[in-house]
Each structure stands twice: as structure tokens, then as C-alpha cells.
């Protein structure tokens, strides 16, 4: 969810690099606080410290992204905010042993970052070199080994969203399930980010953003794991909508737009003469073409295409991971025949989770 709008910076290994506008607003904070205290120098120092910082931030999350690929999990993206970096992996390992191994990858990456600075420091860290109002060379790079130290203890923090509340999971799993487990690390991670928003309310705006943070991707992931066990056990066809009005492949944006009058659909699925679906319009799209290309312009010239395809019969977790990870806002459902049957979206799965919810405390 962080990557849209995210400039692009590289590519490695199938994972794009990128960064998201709010980075830029860290360094001229950053720029500004250290040009009050020491002018132009002071305020080059302070950016060069946070461009390397975050160029151990990124390794950190490379750390986590080859480890997880050695379980057959991909990692589309990284994106970086001001609060640190955001892998997006297309899942988490089930297997508990696995999420542990690729949580503790990315902090094993900051100690041997600090073990490399500390042997090129001579064996050992002057404090007073850290704290150095000179900022020599040797001063950065030993200010930087402290950062990576810093790293590894505040992301070993038992408490989601940090690696640590991954390990926590991962430790409960096997007695009390994945979505408990979840749940309570979420917990304690939401408990810390209050704590630190009452420290941030002391005059620190920084720890603000890092508790807001903390707290909604908290909340995320415990969300995420109660609609995984929802979602478990059941097959696209239980949860998919399956009575729907669709548009024919040679339709325009005008007859498209009537459909939208005409029903309560927010989207609508393009058939061809076959039964076979050719995409999708939906209402954001609509309302842009008829605005720009007028209402003669056809279907197949707007609508979304690869739309991800899964059976009636398949996994509904499935469909649940394609919509929340690889951020699709429809999956389509093929019937046995190999026909378009219908789709699924984020909406009707919350509609299915408030009912199974129900159900389960009547």
C-alpha cells in the first residue's frame, strides 16, 4: 500500500527499490535541524548520515527478502519511508521456523554491518568519537556502527510490526494458532506505539510518525490474519459474486456508464462471444474516460486487463493473498468448464468475514 506514488530508484533480483515522497520531507527536516546548529556543513553531514543509514536499511530488507526467496516467496518491492523500509512480500512462511528465519535475516545483516565498522574502527567504538560535535570521518562511520546496533535491538522488539513481534508469532503458533498468535503480537506492538506516542507528545514530532506507524500496521496484520483463518478451509466459489450484470466486448464508455445507472455494481466484467473474461471496467476508470475520450470510446480501450484467474473450487485463501499482497482489486473465478463464473473483491470478502464473525459468536 506504501509504493503507490514511490519513485522508482533500481532494481535487483526481480525486487524493485523505491521511495516514497515523505522520504524527501525527513531529509529536509533533518538538513534544516542540523544546518541551525552548524550551518552548511552541519546539514551535509546530517544527510550523508541518513542516506547511509538507509543504505543499511535497505540491506536489512534484502537480508529478509533472500532469505524468504530460499522458500520459494518473492518480494515485488521495497519501498522507503521515513520510519525505515517496507518489504513487500507476496506472503509470510506459514512454517513458524521459516518466519523466524527470515525475520532475524534482516537484523543479522546490521550486526555484520557492525562487526565490518567495528574491525575498520580498530576493535573498538569511542563514544566520544560518536558524540564528536566535529563529525570527522571517523566519528560518521562510528555513528553509523551505533545506528545498526540501534537497529537490531528496536527491530528484535517482541512486538509487530517489528521482527521481533514476527518471532513472537511464529513461538505461539504452534499452541495457539496463527490468528491468536497474531493477535497478540499486534497487541503488544499497538501497546508500545502508545507508549512512544506519549514520549513523541513530549516534543519530539519523529516519534509521533514512528507510533502512528507502529500502531496501523499493528492493526493490519491482526486483521490480515483473523481474514486468513476466515478465509481457510473454503473455496473461491463460497465467497465469489456470482449475479452480476456484464458488458458485451464490443460495448463503449456510454453503454457502460448506463449499466452503472442501472445497477449497484462498482465494476463489470467484459465477456467476449466465448464466455471468456477480457477484463474488467470499474467506476474510477469510467468516469476518467468519459472525461478525457468521450462516451464513444470502446471497452477494450479502458478496461483493467490481466486480471488474476483463479477456479471454483480452488482456495479462497489464494484469492485472499492475491487481492491483499499483489494489491489486484479483483480476482476473477472460472467455473469447471473453464468459463468466466465470477469474481471476487475485498468488499464481499469483508461482508463473508462480518458473517463467519457472526456465526462463530452466536
Known amino acids: 500500500m ?97 518466519e523466524i528465519l527470515v525475520a532475524l535475516a534482516g537484523p543479522a545483516v546490521n550486526v555484520v554491518i557492525f562487526l565490518v565498522l567495528l574491525v575498520v574502527l580498530g576493535g573498538s567504538i569511542d563514544l566520544a568519537a560518536v558524540a564528536d560535535v566535529e563529525r570527522s570521518p571517523r566519528g560518521l562511520l562510528a555513528q553509523v556502527a551505533m545506528a545498526n546496533l540501534v537497529l537490531v535491538v528496536f ?56 507510533a502512528v506507524f507502529i500502531y496501523l500496521a499493528a492493526s493490519g496484520e491482526a486483521g490480515y490474519a483473523q481474514m486468513q483463518d476466515v478465509t481457510r478451509g473454503l473455496r473461491a466459489s463460497e465467497a465469489m459474486v456470482s449475479v452480476f450484470e456484464a458488458l458485451p466486448a464490443d460495448a463503449d464508455a456510454d453503454a457502460a456508464a448506463r449499466l452503472l445507472l442501472q445497477t449497484t455494481q462498482g465494476e463489470f466484467p467484459v465477456i467476449d462471444g466465448g464466455g471468456q473474461l477480457r477484463g474488467f471496467v470499474t467506476r474510477d476508470k469510467l468516469v476518467e474516460t468519459l472525461r478525457d475520450k468521450g462516451g464513444s470510446t470502446p471497452v477494450l480501450d479502458f478496461m483493467l486487463r490481466d486480471i488474476p484467474v483463479v477456479s471454483a473450487d480452488s482456495p479462497l485463501e489464494g484469492a485472499f493473498d492475491m487481492l491483499q499482497r499483489r494489491q489486484t482489486p479483483i480476482v476473477a473465478v472460472n467455473d469447471a468448464g473453464g468459463k468466466f463464473g465470477g469474481y471476487i473483491e475485498l468488499q464481499n470478502l469483508g461482508e463473508l468475514f462480518l458473517l463467519r464473525s457472526g456465526q462463530r459468536n452466536a
Not at 16 to 31: M, Y
Not at 71 to 80: E, R
Not at 175 to 183: D, K, S, V, Y
Not at 187 to 193: E, K, R, T
Open 155 to 210: 527491530n528484535l522488539i517482541p512486538a509487530f510490526p517489528m521482527d521481533g513481534g514476527r518471532v513472537l508469532r511464529a513461538l505461539l503458533v504452534p499452541r495457539l494458532g496463527r490468528a491468536r498468535a497474531t493477535r497478540i503480537a499486534a497487541n503488544v506492538g499497538q501497546a508500545l506505539a502508545v507508549l512512544i506516542g506519549v514520549l513523541g507528545l513530549m516534543g519530539n514530532p519523529f516519534l509521533l510518525l514512528i
Open 2 to 98: 506504501f509504493s503507490s506514488g514511490s519513485i522508482k530508484l533500481f532494481e535487483t533480483g526481480g525486487t524493485a527499490v523505491k521511495i516514497h515522497p515523505t522520504f524527501f520531507l525527513l531529509l529536509i527536516w533533518v538538513g534544516v535541524v542540523n544546518w541551525l546548529q552548524g550551518g552548511a556543513p552541519e546539514a551535509a553531514r546530517g544527510i550523508v548520515f541518513i542516506a547511509i543509514l538507509f543504505a543499511c536499511v535497505v540491506l536489512h530488507e534484502f537480508g529478509h527478502i533472500l532469505m524468504a526467496r530460499r522458500f520459494g516467496i518473492s518480494t515485488p518491492t521495497i519501498t522507503l519511508l521515513p520510519i525505515g523500509g517496507v518489504a513487500s512480500m507476496e506472503r509470510m512462511p506459514e512454517k513458524p521456523a521459516q
